[in-house]
């Protein structure tokens, strides 16, 4: 086994990792990274199709507001483009298409009443959140104790049918997961990264933006200027921790150093044998931030054909198999590109068929909104997040109920010489790439800190009697 | 690495594992079974003190219809004798200490009848489950999108505020975690299983009877029955499976069998790589049946003295950080054994301190219940589950809101060739050593089906054109 000396291992070389090793050398430290994939990236990665066409199939876009991707992507040399909004959006509700344009759904006055209703309301807890602690706010336990999905199919809180049926279906994307499944507190934390759920529910906002080449690039590059610091296929098995330093053995790779950060998303880092064993906090925290289901079709036509219908192809069809759909052409035009997304339990059903009746019903489900054109793609890519074994599930890790109010103190509060990095940790756009990016920069901030105590307390002569 | 062949591999020599082995092997199959630790009984331990005294620190109680744990002490030549139950209970709140006898606390009228009122509530719903897919009832979705906490937190469900506090700190003690984190529904299924939480929650019905020796010493004797099938100090890492069978991989040990029973609880399932990975619903079952946090201490005095008082030992005291005691002085009736717990949050914060002032708190708790004899034991044993690498909580995995309606089918029905057993898996009796028991043997059995159709099937002569 090959044995390395560093000042800071960093586990995971998805964008908290890399945003963190790269800002730890930036300020002159030994840094070694430790992948458990063969591939940079984690939850964001690049997929070739046999055709050749290039698939973003895990985060994709950028956004407003989201400043440090903006900023790596110009400090990389990566350009941006806009992501295709022309013509019009489709709203499948009860068999009927409807077309509409802008954030707002094509349904009738109560409908969007309601919905403004609840996401006012929404709103209104959302704000009393601290960014850093939500789960001190004033009446946090017992948001705590309640589920988003009782939250939303109460009529008090949604006072329209069709107005609870699009909240649900909206919360099934956002989360991957059935809304009983996530605390009402830990959906409010999550708006709160972004300054409410309107910024996350309205896609002009949060998926403005591509990156030229495909997210996987900023990646792929950060990986480049760290060069053989980044070991991949390691997966870190085991974590020992004492009073001068720090072990990470992987199967082929053991790292001594002063720190580690963890950034992995919860549910791997849970998986990790931590010797001696995290404190209970800790480890009960891993346990529960578990992520949902999600199932990602890319299907490639010759030519984004919706175009010429003056469709954007951004479609919702709640109670669709296949609810969700954005258009995912390269900035070159062609070929057109379709991304389509199953979640939560819809994906798990549709994951226990054989491929060719999923492949059957999924093609139904595009040719109900966009005609007969979209059965036969050229090609047909299935990227099914919970069947990765180094994912475990998509796109976020979510926190149940009594998850923040009982253990989020262990969120981003380090361990010793253990710190904490991933898009679930991070204050600010929480659960997007940019998120990841800013908690790994935060915990690289708080190990700059630490070494350079270490380094004046050793330098200072011993006061001790 | 040491290499076997066998019909059937068993992981994990807990009470579901050992009766599966046993069962299998009565039944004339070879059988094999790797467990983690250097000792069987899983849950189920028995410490031993500096002066010789032995102390279960885990399930230690039988009680009423729990008639295969009976059963097999008779099989295994084991007595079993009756807790002690004379003298008082004590129930203490607000800082004053009440006597009471019987199930039910010393309580104003009010509080009872709140009690009585909110159980009668739980009672309904509970009836309403079918007890192998509680899933499936009428309200099952809508009671699973809500927390036990909330329930309970519910004026309208529980009048009386002593009430809500107690019903709050029994929740607290079944599940060993914060009824916010426990789905109704979840909790309603434990309930089913001993035909209401009236059983649960009474320890003159669950804990009447204790094990000459310990329960240990009944998974000892099914081990011993085993022979050197049982293999120790063996974690099992991964589980390779296709049509011609299972591979099971631990450091030291490579089994290759037929069928595999996993008998651990489902948090370790889930850390075990099965390859291929299982199907989502499955591995999500496995990371969201979690456990909560429990620390148990075993105080030991020259003699019961709490007896001469007559005090039963038992006591409840919500608020406390040691919220439960009972008496566990073995049979001979010497040294005076008081077993003491905190719970959930209160253990997590507990577990944070240094162990002498954390020893100091819970002296004070035992003190002001018992009189300051309490406060000088001999011995002083602390069993904090949460940081036992093979349990990483304790005592039983509960389900959090969404996972039964979601995931629940993935409980019992097995996965190709592999098979689940764990009381969490159990239908009746679940989260005690009963059903373990039983839900090894149901295991068994599934796999004696399987095994004797395989057979037939390659007695038969080949009618496939």
Redesign the interface.
């Known amino acids: 086994m090959e044995q390395v000396r560093a000042d800071v291992c960093v586990v995971g070389a998805g964008f908290a990792g890399l945003a963190a090793a790269r800002r730890l050398v930036q300020a002159g430290h030994e840094v070694v990274v430790v992948e458990a994939r063969d591939r940079v990236g984690g939850r964001v990665w690049n997929r070739e199709l046999p055709d050749g066409t290039v698939v973003s199939a895990g985060g994709t876009w950028l956004g407003k507001g989201q400043d440090r991707m903006f900023q790596l992507c110009r400090e990389l040399g990566l350009e941006v483009y806009r992501q295709y909004e022309q013509g019009d959006h489709l709203l499948r509700l009860d068999g009927v298409n409807h077309r509409y344009h802008g954030a707002l759904p094509a349904t009738g006055p109560k409908t969007l009443f309601a919905l403004g209703l609840a996401l006012a309301r929404l709103q209104l807890m959302t704000r009393r959140l601290p960014a850093d602690a939500p789960w001190s706010a004033r009446g946090a ?2 948001w ?4 988003l ?2 939250w939303l ?1 109460d009529p008090r809180n949604v006072p329209s049918a069709t107005a609870r049926t699009l909240l649900g279906s909206t919360m099934n994307l956002l989360f991957c ?6 605390s009402l507190l830990g959906a409010l934390t999550l708006a709160r990264g972004g300054g409410g759920f309107g910024y996350y529910t309205d896609t002009g906002k949060t998926e403005s933006h591509l990156v030229d080449g495909g997210a996987p690039e900023v990646a792929r590059r950060m990986a480049a200027q760290l060069g053989p610091r980044v070991h991949l296929s390691s997966p870190v098995a085991r974590i020992a921790h004492d009073a001068t330093g720090i072990e990470v053995v992987s199967p082929s790779l053991s790292v001594r150093a002063q720190r580690v950060i963890v950034a992995t998303p919860p ?1 791997l880092a849970g ?1 990790i ?1 931590f010797d001696p ?1 995290l ?3 800790y ?2 925290l891993l ?2 931030v ?2 949902g ?1 999600i199932i990602r079709v890319h299907t490639v036509y010759p030519q984004p054909f919706w175009r010429e219908q003056r469709l954007s192809g951004q479609t919702l069809a709640p109670g669709s198999p296949v609810p969700v759909t954005i258009d995912q052409t390269p900035r070159s035009g062609r070929p057109g590109v379709l991304s389509s997304y199953a979640f ?2 819809g ?2 059903h549709l ?2 068929l054989d491929p060719a009746r999923r492949r059957e019903i999924w093609l139904d489900a595009l040719t109900e909104r966009f005609g007969p054109e979209a059965r036969h793609p050229a090609q047909y890519l299935e990227t ?1 997040w ?2 990765q ?1 180094w994912s ?2 998509g796109m976020i890790g979510h926190f ?4 923040l ?3 989020g103190s262990a969120l981003r509060e380090p361990a010793g010489r253990i710190h904490w990095a991933s898009t679930e940790s991070a204050t600010l756009m929480h659960g997007l790439m940019e998120g990841a990016v800013r908690s790994g920069e935060r915990a690289a901030q708080e190990v700059l800190v630490a070494l350079s105590r270490a380094r004046h307390a050793a330098a200072l002569p011993d006061r001790s009697p």
């Open positions: 336990r017992a705590d104790a309640r589920t999905g009782q199919s997961a059935d809304p009983a499944e996530v549910v998986r044998t064993p404190p209970t906090r480890s009960h346990q529960r578990v992520p289901a939560s339990t994906a798990l994951g226990r099914d919970s069947s074994q475990l599930g149940p109920p009594g998850t109010t009982n253990y």
